[in-house]
Nanobody
Framework: VQLQASGGGLVQAGDSLRLSCAAS????????MGWFRQALGKEREFVAA????????YYADTVKGRFTISRDGAKNTVYLHMTSLTSDDTAVYSC?????????????????WGQGTLVTVSS
C-alpha cells in the first residue's frame, strides 16, 4: 500500500491550499482515510478523516468550518481543502488509512501512512 501526499507549500495567512493523498496498492472499501499534522516541537494531531465507502467525515475542532476533506474513488485520491489558513496551521501534513471508524483521531489506530507534505503559513 502506498499513500502519496502532495500539495504543500508556502502561503500567506488567510490563503487556501488543497492537499492530495493518492492511494494505491489495495482496495480501500471499509477503510477510513485521515489527515494528521505535526508542527515543529509538537505531537502529531488529528485533522480530519473520511470514510472511503460511505463518505462520513470527521474533523478536529481546530479546523472545523475551515477545512474540508473529500475523496474521489475514481482517482483513488483523498483531498484536504484548507481555507482561512493561519500560522497555527503550519505543520507537516500526512495522510493515513485505517479500517473502521473506531478511535478515528488516534494515530496509532492507522495502519498505513504516507510521507508528509509541509505547509507553511506566513503571517
Amino acid at each position: 500500500v502506498q499513500l502519496q501526499a502532495s500539495g504543500g507549500g508556502l502561503v500567506q495567512a488567510g490563503d487556501s491550499l488543497r492537499l492530495s493523498c493518492a492511494a494505491s496498492g489495495r482496495t480501500f472499501f471499509g477503510y477510513f482515510m485521515g489527515w494528521f499534522r505535526q508542527a515543529l516541537g509538537k505531537e502529531r494531531e488529528f485533522v480530519a478523516a473520511v470514510g472511503w465507502s460511505g463518505g462520513s467525515t470527521y474533523y478536529a475542532d481546530t479546523v472545523k468550518g475551515r477545512f474540508t476533506i473529500s475523496r474521489d474513488g475514481a482517482k483513488n485520491t483523498v483531498y484536504l481543502h484548507m481555507t482561512s489558513l493561519t500560522s497555527d496551521d503550519t505543520a507537516v501534513y500526512s495522510c493515513a488509512a485505517k479500517i473502521g471508524s473506531r478511535a478515528i483521531g488516534a494515530p496509532n489506530e492507522y495502519r498505513y501512512w504516507g510521507q508528509g507534505t509541509l505547509v507553511t503559513v506566513s503571517s
